[in-house]
Nanobody, 115 residues
Framework: QVQLVDTGGGLVQAGGSLRLSCAAS????????MGWYRQAPGKQRELVAAISSGGSTNYADFAKGRFTISRDNAKNTVYLQMNSLKPEDTAVYYCNVRVGVLTYWGKGTLVTVSS
């Protein structure tokens, strides 16, 4: 069993920055891909960014050039640096981790961007 704790959300003004973190804990597992999704009120959950165990990254179009995903394999932690935030980035951000064929989700951290 893998437990995820995603933190770092908060209230920020448009143009500001936030850094999200997600730490995975448990034992006897090898983490494959790690990523971040988000869900805004009334909308579907969508991919923000993902990173493979080898460091290959994938970004949603809205995240390119503004967000950076990274991971620390020694700490089983994935980060999302978000710059130039916009009000439309307001959402609950969820950490996602794949271990073998299983997928785990964090509880989510709220990001609110004021105009």
């Amino acid at each position: 069993q893998v437990q995820l704790v995603d933190t770092g959300g908060g209230l920020v003004q448009a143009g500001g920055s936030l850094r999200l973190s997600c730490a995975a804990s448990g034992s006897g597992y090898s983490i494959n891909a790690m990523g971040w999704y988000r869900q805004a009120p009334g909308k579907q959950r969508e991919l923000v960014a993902a990173i493979s165990s080898g460091g290959s990254t994938n970004y949603a179009d809205f995240a390119k050039g503004r967000f950076t995903i990274s991971r620390d394999n020694a700490k089983n932690t994935v980060y999302l640096q978000m710059n130039s935030l916009k009000p439309e980035d307001t959402a609950v951000y969820y950490c996602n981790v794949r271990v073998g064929v299983l997928t785990y989700w964090g509880k989510g951290t709220l990001v609110t961007v004021s105009s």
